[in-house]
């Protein structure tokens, strides 16, 4: 509203005119001049009153529904998580895998609504601690739902990073019970003690009430340390208790000891490109979505941006830098009369060395993109463009080393996501303290004289800052100890009252066609359990009819002793034929019972499958009793197969 727009309605509701104002000549006229400056000023100021809630209310509505449009990127995390874990594992245990992935999202929802969110955010005026939330159980009070909404997608982050490194052996009970622990309880404490106002460890709270007194707080911008740190060290723990999977570290029957790790290859590279890609996309608004829940709101947009170009930057450089580095490291023979040099055996050590071919492998680039993602999102809204490209190198670097130290130490993580998440998270927070501008970090959280360690030293004005770098290490030290003091009990539980890991025919035979209904080409469960027993000369099966027929194997084997190794083949060969006639009413030849121990280790699906098969000798030497109870001791760690 204008000046003249005022002032017209004015005299309007006055029932002046302009001559009644520009009259001079009584007092009367002076005093309806009065009162129109009046009204003018009035309906001025009202109308701009109410231009100002109405900005505030669209600025809220905005704000609000990039708030929801950023967690429905965070939540669409799901389904990239989802692709990768699935093209990691084989097609035996596909469903199972996928199955674990959608609950993490449906009980988490639970959790977080219930207690998690109260833990995590539920502060009470004058009755806050740093430790844990007091108010807001199952949302009461609570006004800001698309807050709630943000935050519950990032505890279901948190807790399915646990998913792809547990794959192919972990019970669905345990699994959704850690999920709830975890959403529900353990990560709450942690985004509660880094992430609330009344944290001891946040960057917002008072100085008095940090722990130690910290002059700085913890900064993680968007959860490296809260999200992926908590999440990996979960990972960490439950892999160490709960095993190996079969064939990884020993021998899938026999159990022995193999003289190097065997990798264990996922049914489908395809399905891991595109889960990695719709990480990458959702990333944006797991880290830019964070720079809307500032509390210094006029620079939301430049630190928004910020944090969009720093985990572009970070992402592209750690993929580059594995996927080099590995070519380095590994170089794939090149046989002999492909390359036309013969065998000779007069060659000289330079050219067999020569007689190698670059590797580009796929799979660590993949997975070097992930870790990039992961280190620069503690820091992607505090650094400068050209620091995001040095964490991501960091990061490539990492994950590499981190992937070899897993296997150096006997411990099988399908989806590699101990170096991606932990280690990369430990070294995200390790980032802010060491890059982080003090520019940035008083645009995005109003704090001046922040600096990291080597921006405070290639400043020559400021002296060397390391406050914020102990800040960090105090941090990973917290969420480190915290999580894992909580859940290796918790998981050792779960384990010696055999809730944790499946039966050993379950997991050769597969989790799909064992728990969820699915087929493959492997034996059923009943078959594969006979079959070994009658290999290794164990306990007759319950069924009557093939009582009789174990029996009859086991005496042609004790008469076969004395023949030659082909005989005794032959005639296990068709004991083996009887007995699964006997059992599915099916035609076997020879070669089909061969093969029966062979374990379908994924098929070629036309989009990165490799159809291999894990061959056995069907030789009483190469097996290991299994009774029905699925009793097998191969060496693994823990009780991993005592259930």
Known sequence: MTGYDAYAACLTSLDLTDGDISSSSSSNNSTAAADLLICVTNTIQQHANTTTAQLQEYHDYTRTLYIILAAALVFFMQAGFAMVCAGSVRRKNLQNTMLKNLLDACWASVGFFTVGFAFAFGDRTGKANGFIGTANFFLLDVEDYSFWLFQYTFSAAAATIVAGTLAERCKM??????????????????????????????????????????????????????????????????????????????????????????????HSISLQ??????????????????????????????????????????????????????????????????????????SSARQQRRQHQALYDLNPTLNGVLSGLVAITGACGVVEPWCAVLIGTVAGWIYLFGAWLLLKCKLDDAVNGIPIHMMNGIWGLLAVGIFANSNRVEQAYGISDVNGVLTSVLDIHSTIDGRLLSSQCVAIIFISIWTMAIMFPFFMILSKQGYFRILPNHEMVGLDQSFHGG?????????????????????????????KKAKMLSKEREGSSNTNSEERQQQQKTSQRRILEEQDGSNYGDDDVSSIGSINDGGDDGAGGNGRQIESTPSSSNFRRIDMTGDLTDGSRGSSFDE
């Open 519 to 547: 087929r493959n080409n492997a034996l059923t469960i009943q078959q594969f359990t006979i079959y070994q027993n009658l290999l290794a000369g164990g306990k007759d099966d319950n069924d009557s009819k093939l009582r």
């Open 173 to 266: 009970a345990a699994y959704i019970s850690y999920s709830i622990f975890v959403s529900g309880f353990v990560y709450p404490i942690v985004v509660h003690a880094v992430w609330s106002d009344y944290g001891f460890l946040s960057i917002t709270n008072d100085a008095s009430r940090r722990i130690f007194n910290l002059e700085v707080g913890v900064i993680d911008f968007a959860g490296c340390g809260v999200v992926h740190l908590t999440g990996g060290a979960v990972a960490l723990v439950a892999t160490w208790i709960l095993g190996a999977r079969r064939g990884v570290f020993h021998d899938e029957l026999s159990g022995e000891e193999l003289p190097k790790p065997r990798k264990i290859v996922g």
């Open 273 to 346: 490109m595109v889960g990695t890609l719709i990480l990458w996309f959702c990333w944006y608004g797991f880290n830019s979505g964070s720079a809307l829940l500032l509390t210094n709101s006029d620079h939301q947009s430049v630190i928004a941006a910020l944090a969009a170009t720093n985990t572009t930057l970070s992402a592209g450089t750690a993929g580059i830098v594995a996927l080099i580095t590995n070519m380095l490291l590994q170089r794939k023979p090149v046989h002999s009369n492909i390359i036309g040099t013969g065998s000779s055996n007069n």
